[in-house]
């Protein structure tokens, strides 16, 4: 079976097709698994009118079950460092065998230092598998 890219159908009612093009290019060459099973890839990083940290990714699942993700710790870091982290509860948030999957993980406000999130900034992913 090869790598497919699944858009949640709240995101593909609302994507541009400039961004649904920028995903599907991500997707291209980040889609081989490299001995990783899940692989998160920062796409973008922006903030809203609130004022949250909103970190837009894409999700792979390489293993060949599916992936329950929701319940997940996402740490941002710049250099090595670690700038953030937060946990997050999304019971939206599951992969089937072998998919990848555009996400948004919102920071709130005052979680994380604003004159910091600049650059070249590294996304890692907990995740505890619910049996």
């Not at 009118?49 to 990714?57: A, S």
Request: aromatic share 10%.
């Amino acid at each position: 079976m090869m790598q497919k890219l699944f858009l949640e159908e709240k995101w593909e009612k609302t994507i541009s097709a400039q961004d649904l093009e920028m995903i599907e290019n991500i997707f291209k060459q980040t889609k081989n698994a490299d001995n990783e099973q899940v692989r998160i890839i920062p796409i973008r990083f922006a903030v809203n009118h609130r004022t949250d940290l909103l970190c837009i990714t894409l999700i792979h699942n390489f293993t060949n079950t599916n992936l329950n993700l929701t319940k997940v710790e996402i740490v941002l870091k710049k250099n090595g460092s670690e700038l953030t982290s937060n946990l997050f509860e999304e019971q939206r948030l599951k992969l089937d065998a072998e998919t990848s999957m555009p996400w948004t993980f919102i920071f709130p406000k005052g979680s994380y230092d604003e004159d910091k999130i600049n650059g070249e900034l590294t996304v890692d992913i907990n995740y505890w598998q619910k049996d």
